[in-house]
Every structure is written in C-alpha cells, then in structure tokens.
C-alpha cells in the first residue's frame, strides 16, 4: 500500500490549509486512516482519525474543534482539514492507514495500529 499525503505549506497564523492522503488502489476502502505529525526534535503525535466507513471521527485534543478529517472511499483519499492553525501546528504530516480491517473500536492513537505510512508533507505556521 502506499499512501501520498500532499497540501502542506507556509501559512500564517490563523490560516487554514487541507491536507489530502491519497492511496493506490482501493486500499483505504475497509480500513480507518489517521493523521499524526512530527515537529522538529519531538515525537510523532496523534492528531485525529477517521473509521473505515467514515462515519466517526475521533480527535486528540490538539486538534479537537479546529480540525476536521474526511473520506472519500471511491477516490481512496482521506483530507485533514485545519483552521485557526497556530505555530505550534508546525511539523511534518503524516497519513497512515491503520491495519485493523473493519475496526469499530474508538482507539485510534498508538503508533503501532498503522501499518502503512504516506512520506509526510511539511506545514510551518509562522506568526
């Protein structure tokens, strides 16, 4: 599987910005996706996930009434919407699709529930 996260950039403050993971195939169709992010000399850290069939999304609370994920499973591509972004919203993006086919639980942030990993886009929020 292999996973595409693209739409970051240099944004101010306040600005907003949408990711897009997209997937070869149809290989996020039966599986939840989730974005975590990695500023510079820290670790990778949840931000949000959305389930297999879209209908529930969880969000840490970093990202909790800022952020929005979606799916859109006949294009294999998830998105992370985010507004009000803040400096400390700076770091590399990353998608990954989580290995738990049809996963209905609401546990979504470890690490190594994801078995596939998009290459990261860069977001820097400057103030």
């Known amino acids: 599987v292999q996973l595409q996260a693209s739409g970051g950039g240099l944004v101010q403050a306040g600005d907003s910005l949408r990711l897009s993971c997209a997937a070869s195939g149809r290989a996020l169709g039966h599986y939840a996706t989730g974005w975590f992010r990695q500023a510079p000399g820290k670790e990778r850290e949840f931000v949000g996930a959305i389930s297999w069939g879209g209908g529930d999304s969880h969000y840490a609370d970093l990202a909790r009434g800022r952020f929005t994920i979606s799916r859109d499973n006949a294009r294999s591509t998830v998105y992370l919407q985010m507004n009000s972004l803040k400096p400390e919203d700076t770091g590399v993006y990353y998608c990954?699709?989580?290995?738990?086919?049809?996963?209905?639980?609401?546990?979504?942030?470890?690490?190594?529930?994801?078995?596939?990993w998009g290459q990261g886009t860069l977001v820097t929020v400057s103030s």
């Open positions: 990954a699709r989580d290995r738990r086919a049809f996963y209905s639980g609401t546990d979504y942030a470890r690490v190594t529930d994801y078995d596939s």
